[in-house]
């Protein structure tokens, strides 16, 4: 079976600090992966996606990066964080498209504090 | 106008009661939908997939309606642990963008 892996899961950090959350998937190949962030009270996010090693699609501009460096491995960082970074930080995947399998899968989440 | 709109409640209703939630979306293209629940401080959770013909399980009906751009979830026999955000998530076009609701609270009380 699939599982999704996310760490650190709370995580406090000083402004103008660096970050790298990290989100690794077990029991497939080839996902799609995504990084949502929910404020709190609010809906989720989507940040990016990665279709593929080393492919990364942003949704919205902001001080934070996505790199994929391998098929189930996804990272999120910032070289310096802003108070507005504070959230909860989901990773997802999801199959292949190719199959028409459009269920996203939720990581446990990082709980991000900028101080 | 948002692209997935949801009423954000809360709702609070009895144990027992019959509760529905509903999502409008404003891409006609869009090409899924499901319904996720997240608890409190947790990750969201696949509730259900939400088809044209509609879907039930168990005390959960999810409906879809195309022409109006909804998508409705019922719950009946309402129970405690019912309480929880619902989320309503649409997928666009080409199959990768992915948009949530900012969800609906639900609180179950005895």
């Known amino acids: 079976s699939q599982t999704i892996h996310q760490w650190p899961a709370t995580l406090v950090q000083p402004v103008g600090s660096p970050l790298s959350l990290e989100c690794t998937v077990e029991?497939?190949?080839?996902?799609?992966l995504y990084w949502y962030r929910q404020a709190a009270g609010r809906g989720l996010q989507l940040l990016f996606y990665s279709v593929g090693i080393g492919q990364i699609s942003s949704e919205v501009p902001q001080n934070l990066s996505a790199s994929r460096p391998q098929d189930r491995q996804f990272i999120l960082s910032s070289k310096k964080l802003l108070l507005s970074d504070s959230g909860f930080y989901l990773c997802?995947?999801?199959?292949?498209?190719?199959?028409?399998?459009?269920?996203?899968?939720f990581g446990p989440g990082t709980r991000l504090t900028v101080l | 106008r948002k692209e997935v709109e949801q009423d954000p409640g809360p709702f609070n209703v009895p144990e027992g009661a019959t509760v529905a939630f509903n999502c409008t979306y404003s891409n006609s293209a869009s090409q899924s939908f499901f319904w996720y629940r997240q608890d409190c401080r947790k990750e969201p959770k696949l509730l259900m997939s939400?088809?044209?013909s509609g879907n039930e399980d168990g005390r959960f009906t999810a409906q879809l309606n195309r022409a109006s751009q909804y998508i409705s979830l019922l719950i009946r026999d309402s129970k405690l642990s019912d309480s929880a955000t619902y989320l309503c998530v649409v997928i666009g076009g080409g199959g990768f963008k992915t948009i949530f609701g900012a969800g609906t609270r639900l609180f179950v009380k005895a």
């Open positions: 997802a995947w999801r199959g292949d498209v190719a199959l028409a399998v459009d269920t996203q899968y």
């Open positions: 939400v088809y044209s």
């Open positions: 029991g497939t190949s080839n996902p799609n």
